[in-house]
């Protein structure tokens, strides 16, 4: 994802005001990793199973059963070893994400989903990216940590999630040590998100659709309100609600739900945050992204996806936040249109 600013959602009751990202010189708190307080053991076994399971994929709900370990690619286009676009120091997350100093963004390629508008297809669905050995991906997670990254933000990493935790035990050894962050659109399986549980700290999950035949419809994806509401719930089990430290700076640790607002479908959103506000916490911080444009298979007019949002729709979507009872979030300017 790439975006300039996130405002604060004006709910009545923000946690943080916008002048306080405006003026503290450090937004989040340095914290290092929960995963620095697993055992070498407990690592290793979980990159087994996780590796294990890659002889017949089940990784994800997509459950496609492909050889990864015999170098066949699934759905995803994964195959066995990690296979990564570009890594860089990002500062358009969210302000626990991006802090001041920004996120050591991965971003990876393929993915289990087929979303028609997604931004980023070269790499989701064109699956351009390099082929590495883990110890390459171990060193560039280092390399970002030398430049001052806040955490370690894997984007789209649900299909390599066994490549990734290889790579973090690996760079754990070569002095590693700040959070992990699971950037995620939610198709993910609540047993492969289990073996992340005390390795990840902020996970950033999408709920993309409260309707399955519109998700069936843009996303390719017959269960993606199911899976990815149980994968929530799992994410939020894990690491709560984000909060603040007594200076009010944000703890690096907790689950953001995003909520991408597609034109013609604003009406999931009142679905979306009643999920989160029933089904989660009234604490939990909602992202409300307004980057939409058309982009990869969108422009086709029978999607009725082909534009950009109107002020309109941002507004119905905002009182519907206003409404929700949900306290803490933010919302993009409408006038920023970074990737996905
Ligand atoms: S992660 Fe990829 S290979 Fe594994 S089940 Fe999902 S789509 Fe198939």
Not at 41 to 63: G, H, T, V
Not at 74 to 83: I, M
Request: with cysteine; glycine share 8%; charged share 20%.
């Amino acid at each position: 994802m790439d975006r300039t600013e996130n405002e604060p959602l004006d709910s009545g009751a923000v946690a943080v005001p916008r002048q306080e990202f405006a003026t503290s010189p450090e937004v989040v708190a340095e914290a290092d990793g929960s995963y620095l307080r697993l055992s070498d053991a407990e690592f290793r076994a979980r990159i087994q199973n996780a590796y294990r399971r890659m002889a017949a994929c089940d990784l994800c709900p997509r459950r496609c059963g492909a050889h990864r370990l015999a170098g066949d690619t699934g759905y995803c286009g994964a195959a066995l070893k990690p296979k990564v676009f570009v890594w860089n120091l990002h500062r358009g997350e969210e302000p626990p994400v991006s802090g001041t100093r920004g996120s050591g963004t991965v971003f990876l390629s393929g993915c289990n989903l087929n979303c028609c508008y997604c931004q980023n297809y070269p790499l989701s669905q064109l699956h351009h990216g390099t082929q590495m050995p883990v110890g390459q991906l171990a060193g560039a997670l280092v390399e970002l940590q030398t430049k001052g990254a806040h955490n370690i933000n894997f984007v789209t990493p649900s299909h390599q999630v066994p490549q990734l935790l290889a790579a973090v035990f690996a760079a754990r050894q070569q002095g590693l040590h700040i959070p992990i962050v699971y950037n995620t659109s939610s198709y993910d399986e609540p047993s492969t998100l289990a073996l992340l549980d005390g390795i990840v700290d902020i996970y950033l999950g999408d709920l993309r659709y409260t309707d399955e035949a519109v998700a069936m419809q843009l996303s390719g994806v017959a269960d993606y309100v199911q899976v990815a509401e149980r994968a929530l719930i799992e994410m939020h089990r894990q690491v709560g609600d984000i909060s603040l430290d007594e200076q009010g700076r944000y703890v690096p640790r907790g689950l953001i739900v995003r909520y991408l607002i597609l034109p013609h479908h604003t009406g999931m959103a009142r679905e979306v945050f009643g999920f989160v506000s029933r089904r989660l916490s009234l604490q939990t911080y909602v992202s409300v992204m307004t980057q939409y444009f058309p982009a990869y298979k969108a422009f086709d007019p029978a999607l009725g996806i082909w534009r950009k949002l109107t002020d309109a729709e941002c507004d119905r979507v905002m009182r519907t936040w206003s409404r929700s009872g949900l306290v803490h979030g933010w919302v993009q300017d409408m006038g920023d249109n970074g990737g996905a």
